[in-house]
């Protein structure tokens, strides 16, 4: 068994996120909780984007000393953790659940996106690796059922699960700022122009059909058109491996 000062420490904010406490520090008793610090974080992102998630903003929010804060939280990267996780929530109740693993990957994408798009600043927080908080792994949990009832098992089933998350959050990097009508249609016209003379055949083609740049009004048509290929990715997988 390791001894305290040979175990590994845990990443920033994965104590914390699981019910863990804060270590304890000299001076005052903390007055509030590690909860109502985040919350805090999550109202001000919520109202101005995550910039606004600031130590001086979040400890003026709570009635504390930007100081104070660190009673709490040991650094901004586990208040930036914790922010992430809050801000994602849990899946919506019944969420991939239908036994149809086809229609659970498209509602497991499609809810992904409507979180990500009322949340853009979600998009602003740097990812690092694997998720290791309760509602991240909540909505991992569950794409990794809906792959494995298609068929894909063991390691295979991480792959299967990055291809689908991959797709859901371009998608909503790229629908959270579509691109108007008439700034669409400015953009097609320039772009006719120029990409056949830089060999871009493919998107010039794209621009002829008025795919590209995607609107709002496109989402549906882009959702289903992007999700075929990835639902055709999974059954492969399924039947390769």
């Given at each position: 068994?390791?001894?305290?000062?040979?175990?590994?420490?845990?990443?920033?904010?994965?104590?914390?996120?699981?019910?863990?406490?804060?270590?304890?520090?000299?001076?005052?008793?903390?007055?509030?909780?590690?909860?109502?610090?985040?919350?805090?974080?999550?109202?001000?992102?919520?109202?101005?984007?995550?910039?606004?998630?600031?130590?001086?903003?979040?400890?003026?929010?709570?009635?504390?000393?930007?100081?104070?804060?660190?009673?709490?939280?040991?650094?901004?990267?586990?208040?930036?953790?914790?922010?992430?996780?809050?801000?994602?929530?849990?899946?919506?109740?019944?969420?991939?659940?239908?036994?149809?693993?086809?229609?659970?990957?498209?509602?497991?994408?499609?809810?992904?996106?409507?979180?990500?798009?009322?949340?853009?600043?979600?998009?602003?927080?740097?990812?690092?690796?694997?998720?290791?908080?309760?509602?991240?792994?909540?909505?991992?949990?569950?794409?990794?059922?809906?792959?494995a009832a298609a068929g894909v098992r063991g390691e295979h089933l991480l792959g299967c699960e990055t291809m689908v998350t991959g797709f859901a959050?371009?998608?909503?990097?790229?629908?959270?700022?579509?691109?108007?009508?008439?700034?669409?249609?400015?953009?097609?016209?320039?772009?006719?122009?120029?990409?056949?003379?830089?060999?871009?055949?493919?998107?010039?083609?794209?621009?002829?059909?008025?795919?590209?740049?995607?609107?709002?009004?496109?989402?549906?048509a882009f959702l289903t058109a992007g999700l075929e290929p990835v639902l055709a990715g999974v059954a492969g997988m399924a039947s390769i491996f």
């Amino acid at each position: 068994m390791l001894d305290r000062d040979t175990t590994p420490e845990l990443p920033p904010g994965m104590t914390l996120a699981w019910g863990g406490t804060p270590p304890p520090r000299r001076g005052p008793k903390p007055s509030h909780s590690v909860a109502q610090i985040v919350a805090a974080a999550v109202g001000l992102a919520d109202a101005e984007g995550v910039a606004n998630a600031s130590l001086p903003n979040i400890a003026h929010e709570v009635g504390v000393t930007t100081n104070a804060l660190y009673r709490y939280v040991s650094s901004k990267e586990e208040l930036t953790v914790l922010l992430a996780d809050a801000g994602w929530g849990p899946p919506p109740e019944g969420l991939a659940s239908s036994g149809d693993w086809r229609a659970d990957v498209r509602d497991w994408t499609r809810a992904v996106l409507d979180r990500l798009l009322s949340r853009t600043w979600l998009l602003d927080l740097p990812m690092r690796g694997d998720p290791v908080t309760p509602n991240r792994l909540a909505w991992t949990e569950l794409l990794l059922r809906a792959c494995a009832a298609a068929g894909v098992r063991g390691e295979h089933l991480l792959g299967c699960e990055t291809m689908v998350t991959g797709f859901a959050t371009a998608a909503a990097v790229r629908l959270a700022t579509p691109a108007a009508p008439a700034e669409a249609a400015a953009v097609r016209d320039h772009l006719a122009l120029h990409l056949p003379r830089h060999g871009s055949d493919e998107l010039a083609a794209l621009v002829s059909d008025g795919r590209y740049p995607v609107t709002a009004e496109d989402r549906e048509a882009f959702l289903t058109a992007g999700l075929e290929p990835v639902l055709a990715g999974v059954a492969g997988m399924a039947s390769i491996f």
